[in-house]
Antibody
């Protein structure tokens, strides 16, 4: 069965960095786009970033562009989110989600059929 | 950038029908996906590509998309359907490329 397990969350001071990981299993990780989505406490879902199956294409939300970097290691079946220059407004539960298949030219428009359970990032002094 | 508008809340009695709307400019030209999220849990896909259901999702959940409004319809509502619901599209406008979520609708079962 498909499993996505996030890790790396915690409490960090403003301006510092943190790297999240998402370990995938139960599907051919290297053939699917992957997303990060976050949810601030008591708020709605906010998309963060997406990466294509081979890492060649990446898109970011304006709110994180230039500060966050999405990457993947297909040999380790792992997705990453490097978060730099963190701000209090980045406080949220961060979810990784499985996206569309790489063979599709519109892979980025696909739904998220599997989500991890999330990891909490708290940015506070 | 593209905006999706959902009503903050919808209330319905058990056994009745709930309609949750998602408004967006010419949304019918996009594929709309819907998620259910219960407190403390990750979202779950309930409808994709406007009107398809993943395996395991009851037929009571149905989606439609026309004009400027996509709709998630839940028939014969049960207490267990109480949750937040979010719509999702991909925005490919010239100034922004990315996923857009609606603000979410809290479904209350009376």
């Amino acid at each position: 069965q498909v499993q996505l397990v996030e890790s790396g969350g915690g409490v960090v001071q403003p301006g510092r960095s943190l790297r999240l990981s998402c370990a995938a299993s139960g599907f051919t990780f290297s053939t699917y786009g992957m997303h990060w989505v976050r949810q601030a406490p008591g708020k709605g879902l906010e998309w963060v970033a997406v990466i294509s199956y081979d890492g060649s294409n990446k898109y970011y939300a304006d709110s994180v562009k230039g500060r966050f970097t999405i990457s993947r290691d297909n040999s380790r079946n792992t997705l990453y989110l490097q978060m730099n220059s963190l701000r209090p407004e980045d406080t949220a539960v961060y979810y990784c989600a499985k996206g569309g298949p790489g063979y599709s030219s519109s892979w980025y428009t696909y739904y998220f059929d599997y989500w991890g359970q999330g990891t909490l990032v708290t940015v506070s002094s | 950038s593209y905006v999706l508008t959902q009503p903050p809340s919808v209330s319905v009695a058990p056994g009745q029908t709930a309609w949750i709307t998602c408004g967006g400019n010419n949304i019918e030209s996009k594929s709309v996906h819907w998620y259910q999220q219960k407190p403390g849990q990750a979202p779950v896909l309930v409808v994709y590509d406007d009107s398809d259901r993943p395996s395991g999702i009851p037929e009571r959940f149905a989606g439609s998309n026309s004009g400027n409004t996509a709709t998630l319809t839940i028939t014969r509502v049960e207490a267990g359907d109480e949750a937040d619901y979010y719509c999702h599209v991909w925005d490919s406008s010239s100034d922004h490329r990315g996923v857009v979520f609606g603000g979410g609708t809290k479904l209350t079962v009376l």
